[in-house]
Nanobody, 118 residues
Framework: QVQLVESGGGLVQPGGSLRLSCAAS????????MGWYRQAPGKQRELVAA???????DYGDSVKGRFTISRDNAKNTVYLQMNSLKPEDTAVYYC????????????WGQGTLVTVSS
């Protein structure tokens, strides 16, 4: 089983920045992609950004140009740099790992809360 711990959330003003971290442990050597997802109250969980084992990246349309996903293999950690934050970005942010056929390899955890408000 894969274990993931998210951190770095908080309260920021519109236009501000945050950097989220996701520390991974367990058997993820052959993962296909790692990604960030978010869920706002009353809404479905959506993809924010993902990075494959080969280094390719994918972003949700609403965050393109503002968010950047990266990884540090030595630390088994994936990051999400969030710039130019908007109130619409307010949500609980989760990370997870997917195999080649799109299955999630970890149980959804507590996530980290990002609140963008003036």
């Amino acid at each position: 089983q894969v274990q993931l711990v998210e951190s770095g959330g908080g309260l920021v003003q519109p236009g501000g920045s945050l950097r989220l971290s996701c520390a991974a442990s367990g058997s993820i050597f052959r993962f296909y992609s790692m990604g960030w997802y978010r869920q706002a109250p009353g809404k479905q969980r959506e993809l924010v950004a993902a990075i494959t084992s080969g280094g390719n990246t994918d972003y949700g349309d609403s965050v393109k140009g503002r968010f950047t996903i990266s990884r540090d293999n030595a630390k088994n950690t994936v990051y999400l740099q969030m710039n130019s934050l908007k109130p619409e970005d307010t949500a609980v942010y989760y990370c997870n790992v997917r195999n080649r056929i799109g299955e999630y390899l970890a149980v959804w955890g507590q996530g980290t809360l990002v609140t963008v408000s003036s």
